[in-house]
């Protein structure tokens, strides 16, 4: 499955080179067709941020209310690593590439 450069209009990235262009802040990936830079989207920004947040605030509540160190582990770091994953996935199959602002 092949995503289109939004500058030159082709269908020349793919699934995984869509997801390690990075965000809206990086510097991006050079389309193989065009060079010109791109990166993930608003959507990808907004999704990765609500993850990180809602991973956040889980991991701050399980360290003030469970004593246990494995539930801390279970319901702390693995939601973390899950809303990495699950925003890798998200930038991967979903959202649209845009031109990068932001210059090397």
Not at 67 to 76: A, D, H, K
Request: net charge positive; hydrophobic share 50%.
């Amino acid at each position: 499955m092949k995503h289109i450069c939004p500058h030159c209009g082709k269908k020349s990235f793919t699934s995984l080179m869509k997801a390690r262009c990075g965000g809206m802040s990086s510097a991006g990936k050079p389309c193989p067709e065009c060079g010109v830079r791109c990166v993930n989207g608003k959507a990808s920004l907004l999704v990765n941020s609500v993850l990180r947040l809602a991973a956040f605030i889980m991991i701050i509540y399980i360290y003030f209310v469970h004593e246990n160190l494995m539930q801390v582990f279970w319901f702390g770091v693995v939601p973390l690593i899950l809303s990495y994953v699950i925003g890798f996935l998200f930038d991967m199959f979903f959202g649209k590439l845009i031109e990068a602002i932001k210059r090397q």
